[in-house]
């Protein structure tokens, strides 16, 4: 399994890889800085999954889920953010993600994501 | 609408222990800077129906500590973008969850960071709401919702 997080900040990112490692430690973890550079990603090799934050430079995370979609790919996909409010988490899953996990969160909250797509 | 000091310190205290591992307690005490050593602060703004900011102020050895567990490196391993980045992220999820708390429709701004020895980091027409003192092994650090003076009442 290949995921690929996105996150503008590299703590996040760390954070956000070991939770994964311990969960699936077989998955390939690629990582991009914005949605800009993770659309290009996707383009060129589409992951099995994307995590990926909502507030970013370039393009946000939810600009980036739409571009996806536009182009018909249907990559599975979840939002990790600190975004909670209620219509974040409806525009999230309007545009086609499958969860918004809210940071912080728990690494059971994590693993019980996981587990429920994998 | 107006948050309550216990909103702005769960917040505070699931940051604290959910990603970064680290016990904290409420100070009996104000914040003080020691000025003779590096001092940063975080800051995240939220626009909309509702405008305010949250100020995380933190002597730079906390800061390198929180980062510390972001990153699972030992403090002196990391250097100085990781530290930022970790304040960054940090503010940011005080402020996301802040703005969680507020109804309307809101943005959050990505975070800024300001360092030095004695400084101050102001938001113009804004006041303070909401300021808490913690101790995080030892070390204080403060974190401040400010609300924009035209809806402080509101």
């Known amino acids: 399994m290949r995921i690929l997080i996105v996150d503008d900040s590299k703590a996040m990112r760390m954070i956000v890889k070991r939770h994964v490692g311990q969960a699936m430690p077989e998955a390939e973890l690629v990582e991009a800085e914005n949605g800009a550079q993770a659309l290009e990603m996707v383009r060129a090799d589409t992951p099995d999954l994307v995590l990926c934050d909502w507030n970013m430079p370039e393009m946000t995370g939810i600009q980036f889920l739409r571009a996806l979609r536009e182009e018909g790919r249907e990559v599975p996909f979840g939002f990790v953010t600190s975004e909670t409010q209620p219509q974040m988490r409806e525009q999230a899953i309007a545009a086609g993600a499958m969860f918004c996990l809210a940071k912080p969160f728990t690494a059971e909250a994590f693993q019980d994501i996981l587990a429920s797509i994998s | ?154």
């Open chain 2, 1 to 154: 609408m107006q948050l309550s000091e216990n909103d702005l310190r769960e917040v505070v205290e699931s940051v604290w222990s959910a990603m970064l591992g680290l016990e904290l307690v409420p100070a009996d005490h104000g914040y003080a800077r020691d000025v003779e050593s590096r001092n940063l602060t975080g800051t995240v703004q939220i626009t909309g129906e509702w405008q305010g900011a949250v100020m995380v102020d933190l002597p730079e050895k906390l800061a390198r500590d929180a980062a510390s567990a972001m990153f699972g490196m030992e403090p002196d391993e990391l250097g100085e973008d990781e530290v930022l980045d970790a304040l960054g992220e940090v503010a940011n999820m005080i402020g996301g969850n802040v703005k969680g708390l507020i109804e309307g429709e809101c943005k959050l701004s990505l975070p800024t960071i300001a360092e030095g020895g004695d400084f101050r980091v102001a938001v113009p027409g804004s006041s303070t709401s909401v300021l808490l003192v913690f101790d995080c092994e030892g070390k204080p650090f403060q974190v401040k919702l400010l609300v924009r003076e035209d809806q402080a009442a509101a």
